[in-house]
């Protein structure tokens, strides 16, 4: 049997949904600076809904940029890769779905979630939000 996922949906929108029919999962934007769908997401995770981040790839700009950077030095891995480990440590109810052409990419996408991230960096990444908007 055919499970239902969702996309690009507000938490109404899940509510409205699953007053109807069992949702297994929901694919919304979402990475370490565009948290634009944050209650979603909990919403998914209260619920035991997989969330699948599109564009979960968070490169940044200027300051964010920069540490990302440090915070990827300091874990021995990449700034893609951290902000990978971010969002697998941001809930258990995360499945990032970067897309990539390049196979090194995907080696190195897949290989994240290897990567820990102390709390403390976890902390610091997950401020960067504020320096991002
Ligand atoms: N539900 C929706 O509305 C929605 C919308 C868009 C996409 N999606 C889904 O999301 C998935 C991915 O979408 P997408 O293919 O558009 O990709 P994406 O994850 O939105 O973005 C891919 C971009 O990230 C770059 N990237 C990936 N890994 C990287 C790395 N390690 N280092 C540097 N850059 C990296 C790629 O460049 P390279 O190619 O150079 O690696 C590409 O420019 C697909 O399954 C798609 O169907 C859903």
Do not use: K
């Not at 694919?27 to 619920?47: K, S």
């Not at 300051?63 to 258990?92: D, K, M, N």
Request: net charge negative; hydrophobic share 45%.
């Amino acid at each position: 049997m055919g499970r239902i996922g969702l996309s690009e949906v507000t938490v109404a929108e899940l509510d409205e949904a699953r007053a109807i029919v069992d949702i297994a999962s929901v694919q919304n934007r979402y990475n370490l600076l565009d948290r634009e769908h944050e209650a979603v997401l909990d919403a998914c995770e209260e619920a035991g809904i997989a969330f699948l981040p599109w564009r979960p790839v968070a490169a940044g700009t200027g300051g964010a940029r920069a540490e990302i950077a440090e915070v990827a030095e300091a874990a021995g891995a990449t700034a893609t890769q951290v902000t990978l480990a971010w969002l697998l440590a941001r809930s258990r109810v995360v499945l990032p779905i970067p897309g990539t052409a390049r196979i090194e990419h995907l080696e190195e996408n897949v290989r994240a979630a290897g990567v820990s991230l102390t709390q403390a960096q976890y902390d610091r990444l997950d401020r960067l939000t504020a320096v991002q908007h």
